[in-house]
Every structure is written in structure tokens, then in C-alpha cells.
């Protein structure tokens, strides 16, 4: 591995990190193609899937990509599918070396890439930054290793960890510049989620604004009994910008086509402990439908029983400069707690100012 080994890698994570968010059920992957020094083509994993990165690059380098160096962010797929696989195109488009960030876990890839590549004579170098480039597919991964998406709990709170007055008002506790992040980090996960009572509390349409985004994410919302108004945001707008619902088996089957005929989709969830949807098989569900990376915007139920079944990777705490008191609605539910030993655990990794507020990034302990 050389240091232009590393530079063009990390122009290839770069490139991989444009459609965080539209490229599920796939992996976000960039490619760079090298040729005496050149590049001459790059490519990366287009919204919806496909073309992949490798795929791009190739077109775009066209007769220059014989005798080049790819660098790619993941290992090259060897499976057919939609596509024809990526280490089949690098093998007959001339390549002549591979550099890797990581391998794919994917049981239909997992080596297998990299055994056509080196099958047909080519050089083939593994693990260059493969610490960024896991943790920017860690929803893929997630969804491979763990049969679920990468669940990423975003809370906006005063600096005493309220999220509302008690009286219930709430808009706005941190500042613009804070929600247009949000707004960004909307855009970076391919779901949204939240549960029953903020839907019904807040009446949120869950969509990126403001950006020029014209992909939205999934939106998502856990209701035992599918309760939610019939002339909610949600509802109005489900048949143009996705709107899924985790209900239990119990809800009304009547309800259940009224979204339908809406244009939702709906996914029973069996209930887990004190009669509420489970969220380990919530998210089991919704991994299986594809879905990688999802962003949970409350509230604060749903929070704590996503804290409780330990399917947190990450935390977005948004933190304003006010205090609410103890009156004031908290950011989490009740957790259960007696030991501090049971307490779900958290290791910082970066703090910023977003504009007069702070914001803290924070991944669960392994």
C-alpha cells in the first residue's frame, strides 16, 4: 500500500458518500480508475442501485481502463443479478490491479470477488482504509452481519435533556441551523423514523426541505393500532413520497386498507414486552424490505425502546443553551433502570457547534 494508494482510495470514499441514503437495498460504493498516474474514470453507486460504481467507471474510461489500477471502496460483486457482476467487467475491461477498502460480507459475494479477479492474473490489495470505509456502510453491513438497518437516534433537547415544556410546547428548542442539519441527515439515511404519539402530537410531513433533494426518504411510523388521523401529512401525502407503517397484528383490518388504498405499506409486528411492537423484529422486517440506514427522530418512547433492545449504533444529541426543569417532557422514556452497569453505553466521537447550539456524535459500545 502507498500513499497515492490511500489518496486515491479516499477520493473513491468521497465519491461512495454522494447517494448515502438512495443507493438501498445496495452498498454505497465508490470507484476510481488510475492509469500511469491518470485518472480516467470514476464512478459511483447511482440512486436506486445501480448502474455500480465499478459499472460508471468503467463506461466513462472506456479503451483507457485496460492496464489501470481500480480502486474500489467495496469488494466488486461476483453474483448475477439486475447487473452482471462488477469482477467479471473489471476482468474483461483490462485491469490490471485492484485495491480494495474491505471485502463483502454478502454470503453471494464474500471472496468470491476477489478470487475472479485473481483468477485472471490480476494484483489484488485488501484493507486500504477499511476503518472509513465500514463505518460509511455500516447500514449495509448492519443489514448483512445482523439481519437489520443501522439505527441512528437523533435527539434535540435543552442542555437538562427536555424535549417539550409542560405544556407540551416544543418548536423551537434549537435553532435553524440545527434543523437544516437534521434536514441533511434526513437526506443521508433512507428511512425516517418516529412513533405513534409524535405523529400525532406534531403531525410531521418527515421530508427533506430546503435542499433540492428529489429522492425522499421513507417514512416510517410505529402504531400498535394504526391510531393516527386520517387527514395527517402522512396520510395527504403517502402516494408521493413513501410512507410505511409497523402496526401490530391486532389493528383494525378496515384501517389498515384505508392506508393501503392511501398508498402506504404496511408491516405487521408481533408485540414484545409491556404490550408494545417489538423493535428488534420491527427492524428485522424493515431490513428485510431492504432498508439500511434509518434515522429515529422520537419520540421519546420509542427512543427508550430502541435504547432497551440494544439496536442504537449511533447518536445525533442536538443540545440547546435553555433549561426546561424537571416538569419538562424528557428526551427519553422510562428506561427500567436499577444498576447503572444496565445503562446502554456510548462512546463520544465528535462534538461541533451547530450554530448556538452543540451537537454530539455518539456510537454504541461493541
Avoid at 469488494?75 to 490491479?97: M, Q, Y
Amino acid at each position: 500500500m502507498t500513499a497515492s494508494d490511500q489518496r486515491f482510495m479516499r477520493l473513491a470514499l468521497g465519491l461512495a458518500a454522494r447517494e448515502l441514503g438512495n443507493v438501498w437495498p445496495n452498498p454505497a460504493v465508490g470507484c476510481v480508475l488510475v492509469r500511469d498516474g491518470r485518472i480516467v474514470g470514476r464512478g459511483w453507486t447511482q440512486r436506486g442501485g445501480r448502474p455500480h460504481a465499478e459499472a460508471w467507471a468503467l463506461m466513462q474510461a472506456g479503451e483507457l481502463a485496460s492496464g489501470a489500477t481500480a480502486y474500489v471502496t467495496l469488494e466488486p460483486c461476483s453474483h448475477h443479478g439486475k447487473t452482471p457482476p462488477c469482477a467479471d467487467a473489471l476482468v474483461r475491461a483490462g485491469i490490471k490491479r485492484v485495491v480494495l477498502a474491505h471485502l463483502d460480507p454478502d454470503p453471494r459475494v464474500n471472496g468470491e470477488g476477489v478470487r475472479i479477479l485473481k483468477d485472471a492474473g490480476i494484483e489484488v490489495i485488501a484493507g486500504v482504509l477499511a476503518v472509513e470505509a465500514e463505518s460509511l456502510n455500516r447500514g449495509f453491513l448492519t443489514r448483512i452481519r445482523n439481519g437489520r438497518p443501522m439505527v441512528t437516534l437523533k435527539l434535540a433537547a435543552s442542555f437538562d435533556g427536555r424535549i417539550a415544556t409542560a405544556s407540551g410546547e416544543s418548536r423551537w428548542i434549537t435553532g435553524r441551523e440545527a434543523r437544516r442539519l437534521t434536514h441533511s441527515m434526513r437526506a443521508r439515511h433512507d428511512a425516517v423514523l418516529v412513533g405513534a404519539g409524535t405523529a400525532r402530537a406534531d403531525d410531521p410531513s418527515l421530508t427533506v426541505r430546503g435542499l433540492g433533494v428529489e429522492r425522499q426518504p421513507v417514512r416510517v411510523v410505529v402504531s400498535r393500532r394504526l391510531d393516527l388521523p386520517q387527514d395527517c401529512q402522512l396520510a395527504r401525502t403517502a402516494s408521493e413520497s413513501p410512507v410505511w407503517l409497523c402496526h401490530g397484528l391486532d389493528a383494525d383490518p378496515e384501517v389498515c386498507r384505508a392506508w393501503e388504498s392511501r398508498g402506504a405499506r404496511l408491516f405487521a409486528v408481533p408485540v414484545g414486552a409491556g404490550r408494545q411492537l417489538d423493535p428488534a423484529a420491527a427492524l428485522k422486517i424493515l431490513g428485510d424490505a431492504g432498508l439500511t440506514r434509518i434515522l429515529c427522530e422520537g419520540g421519546g418512547s420509542l427512543a427508550a425502546s430502541l435504547l432497551q433492545s440494544n439496536v442504537v449504533d449511533r447518536l445525533a444529541v442536538f443540545s440547546a443553551g435553555l433549561a426546561l426543569g424537571a416538569e419538562g417532557a424528557p428526551s427519553t422514556g422510562a428506561l427500567g433502570l436499577e444498576r447503572l452497569a444496565d445503562a446502554p453505553k456510548f462512546q463520544l466521537m465528535e462534538t461541533r457547534a451547530v450554530g448556538a447550539d452543540a451537537l454530539q456524535y455518539w456510537a454504541a459500545e461493541t
